[in-house]
């Protein structure tokens, strides 16, 4: 049985502007199923960036689990992320997820795996996802480019790994707080 691919997400933080971007593409084995899928969104009150990498469904469920953790611990990202942390290790159902986030608010950027992970990135960049190590490489190279934006910054990076990883294609969607 042929497995679903698909995604590449980076986190680029820079100054005082947090960007979340994602390509577009979903695969099954060889062949391109979806090409424009939408894997970043803002969450809660609209001031939590989040994306995912791996199956879609499971990506939603734990896109609602985490805005419940939200509602219940408002302003309180890292906290929230812990909780859900918790939760997806320990309960059955959510155990068997097959999934990873990246979230960002203004103040922190965040990788959420199923094995309870919650790590905050060093250099304010996060990449995950089939194409994310080379993303997060291109963005690397990027950051101390006193001409790029952290958009920018995104863009191009996402672009670069379109070109290396044939799980990912450019159509990125972008979402910013600034």
């Known amino acids: 049985m042929p497995t679903w691919h698909g995604t590449t997400i980076l986190a680029v933080r ?50 609602e689990r985490l805005e419940a953790k939200l509602e219940r611990y408002p302003g309180q990202l890292a906290r929230a992320c812990v909780e859900l942390a918790k939760d997806w290790r320990t309960d059955r159902y959510l155990r068997r997820l097959e999934a990873m986030m990246a979230v960002a608010d203004k103040s922190v950027s965040l990788v959420l795996t199923g094995t309870g992970d919650v790590l905050e990135p060093e250099d304010g960049l996060i990449g995950i996802g089939s194409g994310g190590n080379y993303a997060l490489a291109a963005a690397r190279a990027l950051v101390d480019r006193s001409d790029m934006d952290a958009e920018a910054i995104a863009r191009r990076s996402l672009e670069i790994a379109a070109d290396i990883c044939v799980y990912t294609n450019r159509n990125i969607i972008v979402e910013k707080l600034s």
Not at 28 to 49: E, F, H, M, P
Request: proline share 0%.
């Open 14 to 63: 820079k100054g005082t502007d947090i960007v979340l971007a994602g390509d577009g593409q979903v695969s099954l084995g060889q062949t391109v199923i979806k090409s424009n899928a939408r894997k970043v969104r803002r969450i809660g009150d609209g001031s939590v960036l989040a994306g995912f990498a791996g199956a879609t469904a499971d990506a939603f469920t734990l896109f």
